[in-house]
């Protein structure tokens, strides 16, 4: 492509309302431009990238066999009724009535459309296993739509769906997108990793995300340092301490803590490590009496760990401290476990404390020396904490280390959440009506450009992994007006570059060379041959990777040969 | 692609609520399934088709230089205020409020966001001309959708925006896109035919359609017999018969017509032929009053034509019984010219017209032996009429006769509409802001599937002209379960045809050779060989192709060099 032909909207200033690089990266290099808030046009250079973001995932999913089909955007609100969605997805759900006042939603997922489809149309055991998928703008109604393309309201999603006559064929079929998925991201190039994960809404068991990783991304991810353990920490189990709790060492004692009622504030008043403190944070019970959550003062609560526990509310709601001062007659700042009148769940890591620091129930006074079995009973054990970098690898292998993702894929072992609420069954081999089994395979199309620029970037602009850049190679014209060498080098290279299968943008432009530069740093086009009077005399090019500084004189014949020892991917 | 892993969900049922045979064949071949009313699901045969379709629009429009972008399908509803056409495009603008209560429409088309893109990005004559284009799922909210994807509510468009400095770069591209248009759908192997054509309330002027012949095609055109002449019936001129009037024979008189309102009526009571007789229908004046629009017995107003004569009011309105009883003094079936208080306007072979009958402006009578000059005065002369078989085309080389198309492009010279109302601006020449003109240009893709079935189609089932059919060649193979023989070969065969490059469908199902065939008849594939072991002792297949009902035996080894010599396209 000739840049004379393809015009470069690049931008030297930073956008204000632009927070995260990728965002600013994606408006300065003149790839898309916003409408409206969360809705961006694709300009030419970002929707190049796009579809090869696309056809990586279209040649991975027909790989497997999955099948492509097109859905309808506009989705009739009956469906979504009958899944119980349709209040339950909230305002994310972008609700429309037509002219005659029907209700619709711009659809944010398939689920319940794909259902129907395979209701009506799979009759029997024997069309089983069947996997399909599309590519499609989605629209999820954000209450704040920020950072791009990456929390967009319309986005490009590829979403699949498997349908299944038993478990087993589920979990064969989600090992196989397992695998299709890990080719996906390793072909986009990037630095990726799937990790365990929560089932959230969408209901199900199993299921797993596939994280770019990224110092700015969003999601904490658990990963070991030896094996391939990898969980978001929502859902990374904290495991006990190895070996048996230490021995009590000291007495129980009443110290006064007058006005300190935080880990901080008592660890520096006693002298001692915020982990020698338990703190104790009161929530509403299943049955509607409040119960205890004991941590170590140096961990955190994961509300979803605590949420799933049966003796624990849904959803998790803290105690007002109101209650708690009628209920357990001191201020939340002075609770301990000690003759606590209500169920006690204390994390691992809290229950292996010996002579540890808490709350008295009575306002400015703690306890020390205080040990479970001794003095007070033993709590009932449970996983409440997030983890933190050094915890154990709950595989047995290695230490944990945080990092940070982007999620850009999810896959789930959905069962039967939807298929028994709309009733879709196929006749088993006995002749009776089964219900199907599904599974759903979501892959965030839109939101790996932008993930891939996070990814890799530095200050002069993106650095495309080779397979996703918008063009491979720029070939830049040093001053082709005014030299018929260059012109003519220039366009024989050209030629020659794209009959060898190259996707070259041939910067042709009338411009300063430290415009052409910059504009092709800017954009992240990973190789670079400049084209000069000087160079020529000698019958040499200059090449330059994006990925370093150095220039490489290189001679015009030796040129393509050259160049596939520089493809990095 | 083998069948037993791209299942058929073909059905010999025909649909009730399929009214025309495209979306009868479509829901019989599962090409598509209906969600909603307007809203249709593209199974995997049929997005295969939409897809080579797809493909062929953006390989002609990369040609042409126009970029591809990728906009919002949801728009904000302050670009359509800008525009006026927020209120102005009636009820097939889907409204949406999110959940802000911010209105937005699910965008019919693109003009606005376009133009706002290019004011915001183009600044300088420099960058001109431009050409952007998209394919991209549209929404209209049909008041009666019908005929499937014909006229669905969602669908598939390309739509390209090109902006200029004047007109004469407009003219330009739109040469280029009209040669464009005509190479896509040379491509598809459809019979077409650019029309000339209103530009009704997009505005502009200049405009073509492009239409699949199809004697189901909801759109009349008149074509000439001996020349290019093409245009769509609401815009075809209806010239001045040839020579002059013929000279008035007999006397003016007056005939009683008691309840004979009708022209059937008068002309039969009177024993003379429809064209003899001259209707007049009265209709609402630009200025207020009334007007009257004279035409022959046996031609039809064109509601077009009269609503842009300037003597008429827009939109036109037919004055009712009531007024011109009271203006007029008789019922509107006596209304004659003659004597007539208002402005008259006769169509052109009405002018042409001598000794006619008219009404009397008196109920219950008509006037004969009419003459224009001599009983009444000469009046306007206007075009007014839709053209029948047999006139003179209006280019004056040989004769038109109507023929049936189904629009499948639209090509427009939109000039300044939407750029003066949304001041969209660049710096000229001469350093001051100019006014961009612009034109457009859809291609219903979704439309041309359905469209290509019309028009190719036999009692069997579908006849895809080959670009666009979901396969070229069918493979059958029989009794493959049976026969290893058989299963050796086909595999052998399929290999060898997949390498050859064409796209094959290889039913290797365990089924019925009659249900095998009946299948590759419905779903139209162009090519047929079947592998049987009859054939096999001999070394041979079986060929047919889909536009013949003769087999033909083809040596093995000669099949990819006789395939290539029944390739239609």
Redesign the interface.
Known sequence: MRAS???L?TSKEIPTDAEIVSHQLMLRAGMI?K??SG??????LG?RV?RKVESIVREEMNKV?A??????????AELWEESGRWEQYG?LL?K?K??HERE?C?GPTHEE?IT??VR??IKSYK?LP?C?YQIQ?K?R?E?RPRFGVMRA??FLMKDAYSFHLDQGSLAETYETMYAAYTRIFTRTGLKFRPVQADTGNIGGSVSHEFHVLADSGEDAIAISDTSDYAANVELAEAIAPPGDRPAAGKPLATVETPNQHTIEEVSALLGVAPEQCLKTLIVEGAEGGLVALVLRGDHQLNDIKAEKHPAVATPLRFASAERIEQELGCKPGSIGPVGLPIPVLADLAALYTADFICGANQDGKHLQGVNWGRDLPEPQRADLREVVAGDPSPDGKGRLHITRGIEVGHIFQLGQKYTKAMDATVLGENGQPQVLTMGCYGIGVSRIVAAAIEQNHDEHGIVWPEPIAPFQIALVSLNMNKSTAVAEASEALYRQLTDAGYDVLWDDRDARPGVKFADIELIGIPHRVVVGDRGLKNGTVEYRSRRDSANQEVNLDQLIEYLRTRQSV
């Open positions: 032909r393809f015009p909207f431009q409408l409206a809705l961006y046009t694709w300009l030419p929707l796009l066999g099948l492509e089909v097109f859905m309808p955007a506009v989705q009739p305002k972008l429309i037509d002219r619709f711009f459309v129907d489809l009506r149309q069309q069947i399909y703008t629209f109604d209450i309201r319309e």
